[in-house]
């Protein structure tokens, strides 16, 4: 649900009325009620078979070493890997896991917003031989809320980011890792981001995309940026596109684009730098409010396969 309450920039956007807004913000907080959030930057790490473990992982602190993967998972391949970015809309409805295992098959590196860490989701993630992380950003209900980060390659390290949504207090988060590439010194640096959603005016939403910005400065590789960034105002657009700007980052531009799109616009992104995209689609599905993106990218040093 996308819901534009003030623009601090003065851009025109599109307006609900008040009394919607009202009726919103009252479900909203009877949500909350149900949610319970972390004190500290916690991470949910899973490698192989072990179960998963906690960690105080922020970008702001430290990155935190990857669980050695198995000696048989080879690192990421510079000729070819493939991505998916998808908001899964927490599983709800439950044709989700076929569509699930239809799309990330052949996938190398999966990215999921609005992740529910169910007995059922982590099975599938098993299933398909992810090694995976996932930002703890809340609970509901019991169960772990926040992006998932998954990859068929072992990671060598991982962090994250966390800004709570100032009007319902429920955090989004940012999930970065790096990805050892084979046969090369440089790694890839993949960000999976939930941007905030619910905010009077743009400064909250510039502050988390600035947050992510500096953690992701100082890597010298190649680097991938995607997610849902909530991007539904020219404000909110204008901030995105001056942060990728300043990273040397370009939007994989897709053809047949069926991305999810609020009020005009696509809110689901994927940009890059020091990569070259082979190929670049989106997938019409019913399982979620959002269309998943799919791109292959490959080392432009490396001839296609």
């Not at 890597?219 to 020219?234: E, K, Q, R, V």
Request: proline share 6%; aromatic share 8%; hydrophobic share 40%.
């Amino acid at each position: 649900m996308k819901i534009w309450l003030a623009d601090e920039a003065g851009f025109s956007e599109p307006m609900i009325n008040r009394a919607s807004v009202w009726v919103v913000l009252a479900l909203v907080f009877t949500v909350v009620g149900c949610v319970t959030v972390p004190v500290s930057d916690q991470l949910i790490v899973s490698s192989g078979e072990r179960a998963p473990r906690l960690e105080d992982a922020s970008c702001s602190r430290v990155w935190q070493a990857y669980p050695a993967g198995s000696a048989e998972a080879p690192a990421l391949n510079p000729a070819g890997f493939n991505l998916m970015a998808w908001n899964v809309f927490k599983q709800r409805e439950g044709h989700w896991s076929e569509d699930y295992l239809r799309l990330s098959r052949g996938q190398d590196i999966l990215l999921l917003q609005e992740a529910r860490l169910t007995p059922s989701l982590r099975a599938l993630l098993g299933q398909s031989g992810y090694r995976w992380s996932m930002t703890h950003a809340f609970d509901y209900q019991g169960t772990a809320n926040g992006v998932l980060t998954a990859g068929r390659s072992p990671a060598s390290g991982t962090c994250l980011s966390r800004r709570t949504e100032p009007l319902i207090r429920i955090p989004k988060s940012a999930l970065l890792t790096r990805y050892p590439l084979e046969g090369s010194s440089e790694a890839l640096l993949v960000a999976n981001l939930h941007g905030i959603n619910f905010t009077l005016g743009t400064a909250p939403y510039r502050a988390q995309l600035e947050a992510l910005e500096r953690a992701m400065d100082g890597h010298t590789g190649p680097m991938i940026l995607a997610g849902d960034f909530n991007d539904w105002s020219t404000g909110r657009s204008a901030i995105v596109s001056l942060v990728a700007q300043r990273l040397d980052l370009v939007p994989v531009q897709f053809t047949g684009d069926a991305r999810s799109r609020y009020w005009g616009r696509p809110v689901d992104h994927v940009f890059y730098r020091g990569l070259e995209v082979v190929q670049a689609r989106t997938v019409k599905v019913t399982s979620s409010d959002h269309s998943p993106v799919l791109v292959r990218f490959r080392l432009p040093s490396y001839p296609q396969e």
